[in-house]
């Protein structure tokens, strides 16, 4: 099982989804405390920030992290791999800031569960969806 786990994230691939992940982290971060500063729901700024950065997030993780074309195919179907990540973060969110943390920092808490849940998601339907020529 160790061994499985370390195949599947100790890669190039996970690698680079994660350092696209960490620009769009920041990105959405400070998208959410603008949102937030601006007297938006914690829950609808994390959301918002998360659904705005996810556009960039496509074209990047396209290119670099899964060498696949951008097609309409795949450009209707990448949400999908977010959506959980973005659910998960949405309710992490509110209940932070529920129990009382600074909802200036509350986003931060999901990171170490939503980064995972985004890259196994990501694959499945880059996979699903993906030129199948270039697949392994």
């Not at 696209?20 to 920041?26: M, P, Q």
């Not at 914690?42 to 659904?51: E, N, V, Y």
């Not at 950065?53 to 899964?66: A, E, G, L, R």
């Amino acid at each position: 099982m160790i061994k499985k786990i370390k195949e599947k994230f100790l890669n190039k691939q996970f690698l680079t989804f994660g350092l696209i992940g960490a620009f769009n982290t920041i990105a959405s971060q400070v998208l959410y405390i603008i949102f937030v500063n601006i007297n938006l729901a914690p829950s609808l700024s994390s959301f918002s920030g998360d659904a705005i950065t996810m556009v960039i997030s496509y074209f990047m993780n396209m290119k670099f992290t899964y060498h696949e074309k951008c097609t309409w195919k795949n450009a209707v179907s990448f949400p999908l791999s977010y959506l959980p990540g973005m659910i998960i973060n949405m309710l992490i969110v509110m209940l932070a800031v529920n129990v009382g943390v600074p909802k200036t920092y509350a986003k931060l808490i999901s990171l170490p569960i939503t980064i995972p849940v985004n890259y196994i998601c990501m694959s499945i339907i880059v996979r699903l969806t993906g030129n199948k020529s270039s697949q392994k």
